[in-house]
């Protein structure tokens, strides 16, 4: 069966363009505020979101989205509020692929079999869980594919041809290639790498593959959708969150947020699009 993410890179190969996916933290600036952002993600034309799941430790990641999960925790985010956003958007927006990101820890306290039977419920379509390798794939990979969502793989720089084809092996989806070394938004990515590591995992798998990490601009990441099959922009669009708290108010909607957001996102829509 064709879903929701597989729609979305078929229509962009058919329109001679690459996908554009966005990164924001479930629960930041507030929880107000989330489902208007990923609405203005949608009507700004994004392919495809990705809902961070708040953690206290998220290792992969820069100071931008570190402060998000810390502003989203203390404002009382947690995985179970996740899961209701995600429902709700769902209901909203039929359409539009929504992953969720992070870690394991939060997901082994709610527990696996349940919080599969909820994400499926709340009509997510993907996960990307940064600190679950492929040797750990019996304790969520596969049984969430079992129940029907894709696993995305991330692959790094240091991903050499004897690690690969155990990352890709269960992989579904897309793959994502974090296009920098290190923690997200504190590096730039570089064309040159991009184009060459797309090679590479494109020489062992026929899933799309899409670049991340370091993607922060319009032009970077008009640049990374050429060379690959997508782009994803994270820490850029949180920074703008980050910048614009001052008028946050406690349980309502900023909307000075939402109109930034979009009206950057826009920007890299076009930059993909034209």
Do not use: W
Not at 54 to 64: K, L, R, T
Not at 69 to 91: E, P, V, W, Y
């Amino acid at each position: 069966m064709t879903g929701r993410i597989e729609k979305i890179f078929a229509n962009a190969k058919a329109a001679g363009r690459g996908t554009l996916g966005v990164f924001v933290t479930a629960g930041d600036p507030n929880a107000a505020t989330t489902p208007a952002l990923l609405d203005a993600l949608v009507g700004a034309g994004v392919d495809l979101i990705e809902l961070g799941m708040p953690f206290s430790d998220p290792m992969a990641d820069g100071p931008a989205i570190q402060a998000a999960s810390l502003r989203a925790l203390k404002g009382g985010m947690t995985l179970a509020g996740t899961l209701q956003i995600a429902a709700d958007f769902r209901k909203r927006h039929p359409d539009t692929p929504l992953i969720l990101m992070g870690y394991y820890n939060p997901i082994y306290i709610y527990g696996n079999d349940r919080f599969i039977a909820d994400a499926v419920t709340a009509g997510v379509d993907g996960l990307i869980i940064v600190d679950l390798p492929p040797e750990e794939d019996t304790e969520l990979c596969l049984p969430a594919k079992k129940a029907g969502l894709k696993f995305i793989r991330l692959v790094t720089p240091t991903s050499d041809e004897t690690r690969l084809p155990a990352i890709l092996e269960e992989a579904s989806g897309f793959v994502y290639y974090v296009s920098v070394l290190g923690i997200t938004g504190t590096k730039s990515a570089a064309g040159d790498s991009i184009s060459a590591a797309y090679q590479q995992i494109r020489s062992q798998t026929d899933l799309p593959i899409v670049a991340g990490f370091g993607i922060r601009t319009s032009a970077q990441a008009a640049e990374a959708a050429t060379l690959t099959d997508g782009a994803v922009v994270g820490s850029a669009v949180v920074d703008i969150i980050a910048t614009n708290l001052s008028d946050t108010p406690q349980n309502g909607i900023n909307n000075d947020i939402v109109q930034k957001v979009a009206t950057f996102v826009c920007e890299l829509t076009n930059a993909i699009c034209k």
